[in-house]
């Protein structure tokens, strides 16, 4: 029960200052991160999505506090997808939820047997899980006219995803923190995407949360986020100030300085009196000075060099 996560002699109470100060830190970064990006407008219906843990137990705490003092008039539905795990104290969230007097809705959904039939013994479930909650989360939230969905992934995330995409994906690709969702109608935000990990750790164990593990599935961790994780950790002992740096860049994009031309035209740049030469012809993946002479309507003079030529 909820009861057996609160502080039970005052000795062991954290000082109010504490609990006020990681508060005001929390609720500053979520309505400046809210105000950036436009995340919550007037009458907004936001499903903030419950799975028990530090992060989203945030997440709605904070969303609460700040709805009372908010510029506009929005409603907020606690949502968790019960999915059957092993062992999950579905009633002790439920009492939590019903003691903060918010309006709370728990769906269930038997996608942990989909998953144990589909994934091999040992394997990472975490993706195919996530799938196929979101699948049931959009659906449900279109169905009952909640018009934003909010996630409860914060700074550290961002990064990490970041350095997972670039490390094992090739993309240079992070966490949005307001995006329009696959189905079209949702718009999925991440209030608190200016968040430290850290910060939201502290305040959920000051406020004493019934955390719920996310490891009651029995799948294991994601191993490449975990080695991004160590990496991220280091450098951060090694040059403090550093994960904030790299967040600061996802900001500060200068798309002349990388080498997309989707994302900025540098065939453009100089005075081209000539039309664009084909400098690889299909299938061969070295220059051909014959193709750029056929184009020109003369003799190239043009040498191609080649890697035993340097």
């Known amino acids: 029960m909820i009861q057996e996560h609160k502080k039970s002699t005052s000795s062991n109470n954290p000082p109010a200052s ?6 005001k830190l929390l609720r500053r970064e979520t309505g400046k991160a809210i105000q950036d990006y436009n995340m919550i407008e007037d009458n907004d219906h936001v499903m903030v999505c419950i799975s028990g843990g530090k992060d989203s137990l945030t997440l709605l705490d904070i969303l609460l506090k700040l709805r009372q003092r908010a510029p506009v008039k929005f409603s907020i539905t606690a949502i968790n997808l019960d999915q ?13 939820l019903r003691d903060t007097g918010v309006d709370y809705k ?3 959904e038997n996608t942990h047997r989909i998953v144990k039939d589909i994934v091999p013994e040992g394997k990472t479930m975490c993706s195919l899980c996530s799938r196929l909650r979101r699948g049931i989360l959009y659906k ?16 550290d995330d961002i990064i990490e995803t970041l350095f997972l995409n670039m490390f094992y994906g090739g993309k240079l690709k992070a966490m949005p923190p307001k995006l329009l969702s696959d189905n079209g109608y949702n718009i999925v935000i991440r209030p608190l995407a200016y968040c430290r990990e850290v910060d939201i750790k502290k305040y959920a164990t000051l406020r004493g949360f019934p955390i719920i593990p996310c490891n009651l599935c029995g799948s294991q961790d994601n191993l490449q986020r975990q080695v ?8 951060e002992r090694t040059n403090p100030g550093r994960t904030a740096s790299i967040f600061r860049s996802l900001r500060n994009i200068v798309p002349s300085h990388l080498v997309d031309n989707k994302l900025y035209d540098f065939s453009k740049l100089g005075d081209l009196k000539t039309s664009t030469v084909a400098w690889l012809p299909e299938g061969n993946g070295k220059p051909n000075a014959n193709s750029v002479s056929q184009q020109t309507g003369s003799k190239s003079s043009m040498e191609v060099i080649t890697p035993s030529d340097t």
């Open 140 to 155: 449900y939230a279109q169905k009952n006219g909640m018009n934003k969905i909010a996630l409860g992934h914060h700074r």
């Open 228 to 235: 991004i994780k160590r990496m991220l950790a280091k450098w």
């Open 84 to 96: 059957h795990h092993p062992g999950f104290p579905i009633r002790q969230l439920a009492d939590y």
């Open 18 to 23: 504490s609990i006020k100060h990681v508060e």
């Open 106 to 108: 728990i769906i269930s």
